[in-house]
């Protein structure tokens, strides 16, 4: 079956860096589309940054343009997310997801991500 298994959060200090990854098994990876949600305590899931199949077109939300960067190595079946100069509010769960070219969705158990001086 398709899993994918996030890694790389932790605890870090405002303006620090941490880089997540993700990596998946069960689908062709190279063929799907991936991307990078997040959740905080008492608010909806939401979308931080998505790559296309190739690498070749990239998504990122507002809040997190010019310091967060979704890379993917298709050799490796892994996606990542680079975050620098991390903010209090980048603080959550961050979660992987995969999607298929006839658009289902698989998604990761998550890994924290806690900002904190």
């Known amino acids: 079956q398709v899993q994918l298994t996030e890694s790389g959060g932790g605890l870090v200090q405002p303006g620090g860096s941490l880089r997540l990854s993700c990596v998946t098994s069960?689908?062709?990876?190279?063929?799907?589309?991936m991307s990078w949600y997040r959740q905080a305590p008492g608010k909806e899931r939401e979308l931080v940054a998505a790559?296309?199949?190739?690498?070749?077109?990239?998504n990122d939300a507002e809040s997190v343009k010019g310091r967060f960067t979704i890379t993917r190595d298709n050799a490796k079946n892994t996606v990542y997310l680079r975050m620098n100069s991390l903010k209090l509010e980048d603080t959550a769960v961050y979660y992987c997801?995969?999607?298929?070219?006839?658009?289902?969705?698989?998604w990761g158990q998550g890994t924290q991500v806690t900002v904190s001086s």
């Open positions: 997801k995969l999607v298929t070219p006839s658009r289902n969705d698989y």
């Open positions: 069960g689908f062709t990876f190279v063929i799907s589309a």
């Open positions: 790559i296309s199949s190739s690498g070749g077109t990239t």
